[in-house]
């Protein structure tokens, strides 16, 4: 018995290791300016009402009432509502067949979602991964977009995650949220990382760009609020 024991929290920390592993890949896709897709084809653009309630499915339900909304349309992004709690809602897509429902707050509204925005109307024009890889560091060296200058939180609560890793293998991720951390380690936060199969990890650790991630227990509430124009 004691055996067997054993062996099911080895196994359950080996997935639990696995898990985060993965979602490193995820956000350092996320937040590399320089992950861009293969092709500049244009995204096929989702059902509007479809894609609205997939954006909020990323935020609780407190938080999904009156966070603003973003819906992909064939020029770009489209603001549907207009923020009344300083979040923001909008799918994004890392690469184009990622599927990325993401609830952030002021100051990732601030920071992060410029960048998401002008990636998907560069998209929109053609232009290649290699110009927007280029316009995007260019963005970053001139100050146009700026790493979140504070600690924050973007969910990402929706259980229809679709990720890409770094061989750009895409495959579904479960609910978790994450916190801006800019130059923050795992040793501040008594982390062994993203293989020591602890309760969190700092993904670009002592980055501007870092980010605490935490997984969230299966069954956890989010949101599923519709839009109200």
Known sequence: MATRAVSAKRRNNLMMAGFLLALAAQFTIAQNAAAQPATSQPLPLMDRQREIALALSACPPTVAEKAGVYVLGAS???????SQNGFTAVVQHSVPAAQEPQCMDAEGTRTILPRILTVAELRAKGKSPEEIKHFVADAFAKGIFQPPS???IDYML??????SDDNGVIA???PHVMFYAPFLTNADIGS???TG?????VAAQGAPYALIIVPVPAGAQTGSAHLHQ
Request: a negative charge; aromatic letters at 12%; glycine letters at 18%.
């Open 158 to 163: 929706s259980t229809e995650n679709v990720v």
């Open 76 to 82: 770009g992004y489209e603001r549907v509502r207009e």
């Open 192 to 194: 062994e990382g993203q």
């Open 172 to 174: 579904p991720f479960p």
């Open 150 to 152: 504070r600690v924050g």
């Open 197 to 201: 199969g602890g309760p969190a990890f």
